[in-house]
């Protein structure tokens, strides 16, 4: 069995897979202060739950943005089930070519979204994670990561709006009820202008993209808050929440012998 280590800003998932489904996918905040034993705790119990051991996991891939966070989750890796991970990286083994002018500064949460829908759906694609940061990522029709957009991301966005202005409350994320536009309250204006401008932001980006790539595309979206957002648009052909981890496990057939890394394979931009 095959553990991946999704490692973001916000959160990390972990998940198992047995080479035909899922076998668990568990979720806990970002700390980079966590240490190995107190990840190991966590996890453990939750394997433990599903009727997973240590002993039944055979390697492990872990793709992640936050420098701080490696050293700790490769030591789980190898304290805790004896395997040495494979650690995501521009330098692997990726099956599509990276046409960016600089490759090793793309975030790998991008490469594995554009490896997973590419295999996954096809292509060309535009892909939109609802992360920490928006994110676009373009995809060619053989695979080619071509590069894409980083935007805010909504939760940031919203903790910006109430930090900066005094009398605006600190509002939870939603559509507007009865999907009005035109708010009669403060909350109920801030809820729209969040809601409805980032799909304005959605609509707006994905119709440059298609325009300057100059042929049809697909648009796959990911990310927790994908679904909110599909809400308000049909922009989307495919909503799927397991993209990131199912690029790790692709990313961990195509190199299966994990070769030694350094810090400076992972970037922080995603």
Not at 30 to 51: F, P, S
């Amino acid at each position: 069995m095959l553990l991946v280590i999704d490692a973001g800003n916000t959160n990390v998932v972990f998940a198992v897979d047995d080479g035909e489904k899922w076998r668990g996918t568990w979720r806990i905040s970002m700390q980079t202060a966590r240490t190995t034993d107190e990840y190991a705790v966590w996890l453990l119990t939750l394997l433990h739950n599903e009727g997973l051991s240590p002993r039944d996991i055979t390697g492990a891939a872990i793709g992640t943005v936050v420098p701080a966070a490696l050293y700790h989750l490769r030591q789980l890796c190898r304290q805790y089930f004896e395997v040495e991970p494979l650690i995501a990286s521009p330098r692997l083994d990726w099956g599509f070519s990276i046409a960016l002018d600089n490759p090793q500064e793309v975030g790998v949460d991008r490469l594995l979204n554009g490896l997973a829908a590419h295999r996954l759906y096809g292509g060309p694609l535009v892909v939109i994670d609802f992360g920490t940061a928006t994110t676009f990522d373009v995809v060619g029709g053989d695979g080619t990561y071509c590069g894409g957009v980083i935007a805010p991301g909504i939760n940031l966005s919203v903790e910006a709006l109430h930090t900066a202005a005094a009398r605006l409350p600190r509002i939870g994320i939603g559509r507007p009820e009865g999907g009005l536009v035109i708010g009669r309250n403060t909350n109920m204006a801030m809820r729209s202008g969040v809601f409805w401008g980032y799909i304005g932001l959605v609509e707006g980006i994905v119709e440059r993209i298609r325009k300057e790539f100059g042929a049809p595309m697909k648009v796959l979206a990911t990310g927790g808050l994908a679904p909110l957002f599909s809400e308000g648009t049909r922009i989307f052909d495919h909503i799927d929440p397991e993209l990131t981890i199912n690029g790790l496990r692709f990313l961990a057939e195509r190199n299966p012998e994990p070769p030694l890394h350094n810090a400076s394979d992972i970037t922080q931009e995603g």
